[in-house]
């Protein structure tokens, strides 16, 4: 726990987005209020033993079974340094533009159950890491106030009702995770909103994987996030009386209990203008923060220097080496991404390039697109079908999935038959795409016998055609799904759409209709906002073939 964020007193912030203060409340007057977050992540290093002895650093293994006289707190034990712990959270450091000093640690002096030695081994006003920042998608930059090396606690578990102390009947200790090597990561209050806290530990999280550092699995609690929240009067420089809230094991539990804390403590101000300073439990069944434990300061730690622990003073040479070794950071995944699409790309592309970053599938379609694919209708189906099924996605090879894209491309196959054979592909691992189209009797339908089944639907239909033409521009859904329906789904949506625009301004083009929804998008209109594939097939299609297709 740190005693940085949000402190009563501070300075304004150096952070937050344009708009990204919300009013919050309002008394009668029209008062508005302002959420201050700092945030405190602890993150478990990837070692694979523990911080100052041998015992394996490991989840899920049977309790008490990776325990030892040192990571127990048994009398003439002696710590050892894990020189990769330091190596890690060097690279931390570094990823996060941090200041990587010389350091010492210290005993953090306290009594709980889960801690064997009723002290933590931590570092307190020499940390490794000081100073740095980190810059989130948004632009909106939160300052670092440092990243600085601890061991963990053991974990108990309350046995009751509600799982909390208060009603347990007994409790039962894990010693496995104490002594495991932590970094804990402090962040200035430059947070303005529980969506913006949600995205820094998104990025943060990206951070910590792409340095090796850690797997962030937030829901084995190799990454856990303390929210130190406040709020003040719209306009108001100092901050308010902060509250800790403890140990959020997601990011929704973490949005959750950012906007009701916040929510509490401008209804308190507004009633007797007094919020107390204290460490809050947040109570996710409850959907509500319940009181902890009054705030600790630092002098109630009673920290001293770790006397069997010489200081910590990692060469250039060293530092030099830890950094060489983190791999590509999110921000320059994005921006290759970016790069390949050979303009600024849209917003609905921007967001692809978030989505496709964070599952990780960026790699593959920078592959595909070295193979001769377009870049954009890559990420489009990466975006969309690949990211629904990420477990194969991450195996597919790239080559397969870049000659399926370039035959979508070039009109061999429809967006839909192109789907059909990625799902061939992502069951496989690979294979030969044409084969595939071959194999189902995918062939793209020729000009000439597309606008004959156009004309021939329209030429059936002329009650909906006249109210096409006079403006009615939904029925393109209509004459997508009857053309589908004749071609047995051979025909390509955006071809059918271009064929109704030309027999639309071939027999009179109505001035006050631009064609529907169809052409909005070089890949498909709507369905392409949903990066997680969520309207099924409707990922890339024009609103016209969307809607035949489901026919």
């Not at 304004?12 to 209020?33: C, M, N, S, V, Y």
């Not at 977050?37 to 041998?54: I, M, N, W």
């Not at 319940?290 to 009673?302: G, M």
Request: aromatic letters at 6%; charged letters at 25%.
């Amino acid at each position: 726990m740190s005693v940085d964020g949000g402190a009563p007193g501070g300075t304004a912030p150096r952070g937050g987005a344009p708009g990204g203060t919300a009013p919050r409340g309002g008394a009668p007057g029209g008062t508005a209020w302002e959420t201050v977050v700092g945030l405190e992540v602890h993150c478990e290093l990837k070692t694979r033993t523990k911080l100052f002895c041998s015992c394996k650093n490991a989840f899920g293994d049977e309790p008490n079974t990776n325990v030892c006289p040192v990571c127990l707190g048994l009398p003439g034990s002696l710590p050892v340094l894990n020189a990769f712990a330091v190596e890690l959270a060097m690279r931390i450091g570094t990823a996060l533009h941090c200041e990587v000093r010389p350091s010492i640690f210290h005993r953090k002096n306290y009594f709980y159950p889960d801690m064997p030695k009723d002290y933590q081994i931590s570092q307190y006003d020499e940390p490794i890491n000081v100073g740095g920042w980190l810059e989130l998608p948004d632009a909106t930059r939160v300052g670092i106030v440092r990243a600085h090396i601890e061991e963990d606690t053991g974990k108990t578990t309350h046995q009751g009702e509600s799982g909390r102390i208060h009603a347990a009947e007994y409790a039962l200790v894990d010693y496995n995770r104490a002594g495991v090597p932590l970094v804990e990561i402090v962040s200035e209050p430059d947070l303005r909103s529980a969506a913006q806290a949600r995205l820094y530990v998104t990025e943060l999280r990206a951070v910590l994987v792409a340095t090796g550092a850690s797997d962030g699995r937030m829901e084995e609690g190799s990454l856990r996030v303390d929210a130190n929240v406040s709020v003040r009067r719209l306009g108001d420089g100092a901050y308010g009386t902060r509250c800790e809230v403890k140990n959020l094991n997601s990011l929704r539990s973490l949005g959750r209990a950012i906007e009701y804390e916040a929510a509490r403590q401008v209804a308190l101000l507004e009633a007797t203008g007094i919020v107390a300073q204290e460490t809050r439990h947040w109570d996710e069944n409850a959907g509500r923060t319940v009181p902890l434990r009054s705030k600790e300061e630092a002098f109630d730690y009673r920290y001293f220097p770790e006397p069997d622990l010489v200081p910590l003073a990692p060469d250039a040479e060293w530092q030099a080496r830890a950094a060489g070794a983190i791999g590509l950071l999110p921000a320059e995944r994005r921006a290759r991404l970016s790069t390949l699409l050979g303009a600024a790309p849209t917003t609905q592309q921007a967001e692809q390039v978030r989505v496709v970053v964070s599952q990780g599938l960026d790699d593959l379609v920078v592959a595909a697109a070295a193979g001769g694919a377009p870049a954009d209708l890559v990420l489009v189906r990466a975006a969309n079908e690949l990211a629904s099924d990420l477990d194969a996605a991450l195996s597919l090879d790239p080559g397969a999935f870049g000659a399926l894209v370039a035959m979508e491309a070039r009109g061999a196959l429809t967006a839909t038959q192109s789907k059909a054979v990625l799902v061939e592909l992502l069951t496989a691992g690979g294979g030969d795409p044409a084969a595939i189209a071959a194999a189902k009797g995918f062939e793209a339908l020729s000009e000439s016998s597309l606008a004959d089944a156009v004309r021939d639907v329209v030429e059936a239909h002329p009650d909906e055609w006249e109210r096409f033409m006079a403006g009615e521009a939904k029925l393109a859904g209509f004459f997508t799904g009857q053309v589908m329906r004749a071609t047995q789904g051979k025909a390509d949506g955006k071809a059918i759409a271009a064929e109704l625009r030309r027999l639309r301004e071939r027999d009179g083009p109505d001035p006050t209709d631009h064609g529907g929804r169809g052409d909005r998008d070089d890949h498909g209109g709507r369905g392409d906002r949903d990066n997680h594939g969520g309207r099924g097939d409707g990922g890339d299609r024009t609103g016209m073939e969307r809607a035949g297709e489901d026919v």
